[in-house]
C-alpha cells in the first residue's frame, strides 16, 4: 500500500482480527507483479505496436489486473465501515482515516484506468478488423495486391500490412493512398467506402467495380481542373521569379492545399483558430518534426484542451516541438499525450507539465521512459507529494545512476 500510515488500522474479516495492510498483502503482491509485466510489455509495444503476441499479453494482463483491483476494491469497500467507526470512536486519527480514503479513491480511479484501456484495446480491435475487411475489398475490386501499391504506401507501411502488424489508423492511411493511386488523387474517400462497404452486404463484385469507376471519373475531372489552376500559379510564380516573390508564392500554395485542407476536415476549431493553428503546425514543421506527426500532435493539443486559449495551446506545442527536435527518440504527437497525461494525473498545468518533462531529459531523464512520469506521478501525487517532490524524487535516480526508474519508484511506492 502505498501510504504506509495505513498499516495502524486493523480490521475484522471472518471472526480474525488483523491489520489492514496485512489483510490486502496478497492482491496487493499480484496487483505489482501484473504491473510489472504489464510495463515490460507495454515498453515492446512503443517499439513494435503491431505485435500481436504482445497485444494479446497486454490484454490478458489488464483482464487479470482488472480483476486484482476490483477485487482490492471489494475488500476495501467492505473495509469501510469498520473504518468510519474506528474513527468515530477515536482508535484511529484523523490522518489514518485520510490515507484509508484517499486509498479507497486511488483504487477506484485505478480500477477505472484499466478498465478503460482494455475498452479502448477492444475499439482498435474492432477497427482495425473493419479497416482490414475494407482494404481486403479495396484488393477484390483492383485485382492487386498490396505489393502492387508498395511504391504509395512505401517499406515500413507496406511490411506492416503484410506482417499483420498494421493499426487501424495505418490501415486507413493505407486505404486513402491505394484509393488515389488506383482511382485518382482526388477521389472521393467517403463514396469509396460506401461502395466497398457493399461487398460486405452481398453486392455484385462488378457493380461495384462500376461504382467506382464512375467516382474514379469525378476525380479525374477534379484533378484536370486542379491542374488548369496549377498551371495558373505556375504562371503568377513565373511572373513573380524576377522580383523575388516565388518562394511566398510556393509557401502559399502549398500551405493552401495541404495545411489549410487538414485543418479545416480534421480540427474541431473555430474559424478565428485557424490561423494560429496554421502558424503553430508551420512551426513546429520548421523544427525538424515530420509534417504528419505536426498536425497530429498539434490537432490533439487543442482537442484535449478547448477551454485554452489558442496562444496557450500554442505555446504548448511550440514547447513540445523543440522538445521532440532537441531529443532523439521522442515523438512529437506521442510527448503531446504523455504532457496532458501529466497534467491530469498530477493535477498540473500543461506548461507546468512541460517544463517538469524538459527539466528531467536536461540531467539525463530517459527519453524511452517518459510515460512513467505520469503513471508514478500520479501514484506519488496521490501518496501526498507534490510536483516538485516528484520531480526532484525522479531526477534524484537520474542523478545516482539509478537509471531503472521502474525500481526506484517502486521502492518508494512501496514504503
Known amino acids: 500500500m502505498a501510504d504506509k500510515r495505513i498499516?495502524?488500522?486493523?480490521?475484522?474479516?471472518?471472526?480474525?482480527t488483523k491489520g489492514l495492510d496485512k489483510a490486502l498483502q496478497?492482491?496487493?503482491?499480484r496487483s505489482r507483479e501484473v504491473s510489472n509485466e504489464l510495463r515490460s510489455v507495454e515498453r515492446l509495444l512503443k517499439f513494435d505496436p503491431g505485435n500481436v503476441q504482445a497485444l494479446a499479453q497486454k490484454q490478458q494482463l489488464l483482464s487479470q489486473q482488472i480483476e486484482n483491483t476490483s477485487n482490492k476494491l471489494s475488500q476495501l469497500k467492505a473495509a469501510q465501515s469498520q473504518v468510519e467507526q474506528q474513527f468515530q470512536r477515536g482508535d484511529i486519527g484523523a490522518e489514518q482515516y485520510r490515507a484509508f480514503q484517499r486509498e479507497l479513491q486511488f483504487t477506484q480511479a485505478q480500477l477505472n484506468k484499466y478498465t478503460q484501456e482494455l475498452r479502448d484495446m477492444e475499439q482498435e480491435q474492432q477497427k482495425a478488423q473493419q479497416s482490414t475487411k475494407q482494404l481486403e475489398n479495396l484488393f477484390k475490386?483492383?485485382?492487386?495486391?498490396?505489393?502492387?501499391?508498395?511504391?504509395?504506401l512505401g517499406t515500413k507501411l507496406t511490411n506492416?500490412?503484410?506482417g499483420g502488424k498494421a493499426s487501424s489508423a495505418q490501415l486507413e492511411e493505407a486505404i486513402e493512398k491505394i484509393g488515389k493511386e488506383a482511382l485518382g488523387t482526388n477521389i472521393d474517400l467517403d463514396k469509396m467506402?460506401?461502395?466497398l462497404s457493399q461487398l460486405d452486404k452481398g453486392a455484385n463484385l462488378d457493380s461495384v467495380r462500376k461504382e467506382l469507376d464512375k467516382i474514379s471519373?469525378?476525380?479525374?475531372?477534379?484533378e484536370k481542373e486542379i491542374g488548369e489552376l496549377g498551371n495558373e500559379l505556375t504562371n503568377l510564380a513565373s511572373g513573380l521569379a524576377a522580383g523575388g516573390g516565388i518562394a511566398g508564392v510556393i509557401q502559399t500554395a502549398l500551405d493552401t492545399s495541404q495545411v489549410n485542407t487538414k485543418i479545416d476536415i480534421t480540427f474541431d476549431v473555430p474559424e478565428k483558430s485557424k490561423k494560429t493553428v496554421k502558424d503553430a503546425v508551420n512551426q513546429i514543421t520548421a523544427y525538424g518534426v515530420d509534417a504528419e506527426s505536426a498536425l497530429e500532435g498539434v490537432r490533439r493539443q487543442w482537442a484535449l484542451n478547448a477551454d485554452a486559449s489558442d496562444e496557450a495551446n500554442r505555446k504548448i506545442v511550440e514547447g513540445a516541438g523543440a522538445i521532440a527536435s532537441a531529443y532523439s527518440g521522442i515523438d512529437f504527437t506521442e510527448l503531446i499525450q504523455e504532457i496532458n497525461?501529466?497534467?491530469?494525473?498530477m493535477g498540473i498545468t500543461n506548461e507546468e507539465a512541460l517544463g517538469l518533462t524538459n527539466a528531467l531529459l536536461k540531467i539525463g531523464f530517459p527519453p524511452e521512459q517518459l510515460d512513467i512520469i505520469a503513471e508514478y506521478g500520479k501514484q506519488l501525487h496521490d501518496a501526498g507529494f507534490s510536483a516538485e517532490e516528484i520531480q526532484a524524487i525522479m531526477a534524484a535516480g537520474v542523478e545516482t545512476g539509478t537509471w531503472n526508474i521502474d525500481n526506484l519508484l517502486d521502492k518508494i511506492l512501496s514504503l
Not at 9 to 15: L, N, S
Open 7 to 16: 498499516k495502524g488500522i486493523t480490521i475484522e474479516i471472518d471472526g480474525e
Open 26 to 29: 496478497d492482491v496487493n503482491k
Open 141 to 152: 475490386v483492383t485485382g492487386k495486391s498490396v505489393d502492387d501499391f508498395a511504391n504509395a
Open 160 to 162: 506492416a500490412i503484410k
Open 193 to 195: 467506402r460506401q461502395a
Open 217 to 222: 471519373q469525378a476525380a479525374n475531372e477534379s
Open 341 to 345: 497525461e501529466m497534467s491530469k494525473e
